[in-house]
C-alpha cells in the first residue's frame, strides 16, 4: 500500500520521496489504517516505495489493489484536503457498512467517492450506490482513465458498463474519468448517442491543482440536437443502405416483427428513427420502440383523434434522474408538425405517416426531416 498511518494516526505516503528522502520514514513506525497493524517499508530499483504487512499477517487489506487505483484513491485525497474539505481516506461507513476511497462532508452534504478502476458487476455497482443514498451520503463514482475510449474527434465509445456510472445534471448526461498517473480529471458531459456505442461528447480536462471540486457538477450546456443531426443522418443512411447479420436478440425480433406486418425494415418512415436523448441511459435502440409506437398507437389513428402515449422505461442515472422517452418523442413529433397540444383532448394528431415505396423516397424523406429539425428554434432533448 501506497500510504499509513504513523504514530499519531496521521496518514502518510511515500510517493514521492526520493532513495535518500526515504531513510527517515525508515526509522519511524507505521500502521495499516485497517488492521492497525505494524508495517514495514519496501523499496528498490525498480519496485516503487510502499508500506507492506509482515509475511504472516491476515489483513484483508494485504491481498493488495492495483498500483493506479491505489495512486489514483490518494491523489483524490489529497487534492480535497488541499482545498481544505474535510476528506478521509476509506473511511468505514458504519450506517451502509462500506468504505468508500475517499469520504468528505462538504457542510451538510455528505459524499462517498469510489475510484473504479476494475470492472465489477452491475449488482454491485446498484448495491453500493442504493446503500450510499439510503444514508444520505451521494456516490460520486470516477472512473479509471482507461475506460475512456475516443471513437473519433468529439465522439466516444459507450459500453453497458459505462452506462452505469451516468449523472444527470440539468437533463445533461455526464461520466467522470481520472489518470492517476497524469493526475488529470476528464468529464465527459452533454453526452448523446448517435448509436448504440458512439456517443457525441464534451470532453474537458483538468489538471487537480487546476479544478475546485464543485466545479465537477457545473455543466456548461453546450451540446443540443443540431450537433448530433449530422452524425444521426449519416448513420440512418448506412442502417437503410447496408444489411448487418450481426444483431442481438432484441433488434432481430424486432426486425421479425416488422416483416410480419409487411414493411421492411429498410423502408420505415424517418419517425421510427428519431434520435432519443434517453437512449443512452441504457433504454435500448430508440428505433425499436418508436416503431412499436407508431404501429401500435399512431398509424392507424385518423387525424383530430387523441393520441396515447405508453411509458418507455428506461434506467436511472446515479443520481436518480430519470428519462421519459415517450415526452421527449412527443416534443418531436409535436416540432415535425405530426401532433399538436389541445385543451380538451391532450396530444392530437394533426397528419398522416406516409410510409415509402422505395429506397430513393426514404431517403428524400430523411433529408427532409433532417432539413425540418434544423429549423426548429429550441430543442432541449
Known sequence: ?????????????????????????????????????????????????????????????????????????????????????????????????????????????????????ARISKEEIQRRTSQYKEHGIFPLWILGNHLLKRSSPGTIHMTEFLRNFLYSFHHHYSLYFFNSKTHCLTIASNLRSVSQRKTLANLRSYSLSSIQFPQLFQIPALSSLHDLLPMWEKLLYKQRTAYNPHVSKEVQAFRDDVYRRGVHVSLLPTLAFLPSKGELAGAGPSYVWQTKFLFDHFIELEVGAPVFFPEQAAPPTINGYQPDLMKEYSYLLEGLGYIHKSVNKGWVKKKQVIFPQHMRNALEDDRKTVAALKKLQRINI
Open 1 to 117: 500500500m501506497f500510504y499509513a498511518e504513523d504514530s499519531s494516526g496521521k496518514l502518510q505516503s511515500l510517493l514521492h520521496l526520493t532513495p535518500q528522502e526515504l531513510q527517515v520514514p525508515r526509522t519511524r513506525a507505521y500502521y495499516c489504517p485497517h488492521c492497525k497493524e505494524g508495517l514495514l517499508i519496501r523499496s528498490g530499483p525498480k519496485v516503487k516505495p510502499h508500506f507492506a504487512h509482515f509475511p504472516k499477517s491476515e489483513c484483508v487489506a494485504k491481498q493488495g489493489e492495483s498500483e493506479a487505483h491505489e495512486q489514483g484513491k490518494w491523489a483524490l485525497y489529497e487534492w480535497l484536503v488541499h482545498c481544505n474539505y474535510e476528506a478521509k481516506l476509506e473511511y468505514p461507513l458504519r450506517g451502509p457498512a462500506q468504505r468508500p476511497d475517499v469520504f468528505v462532508t462538504i457542510g451538510s452534504k455528505r459524499i462517498a467517492i469510489e475510484y473504479q478502476c
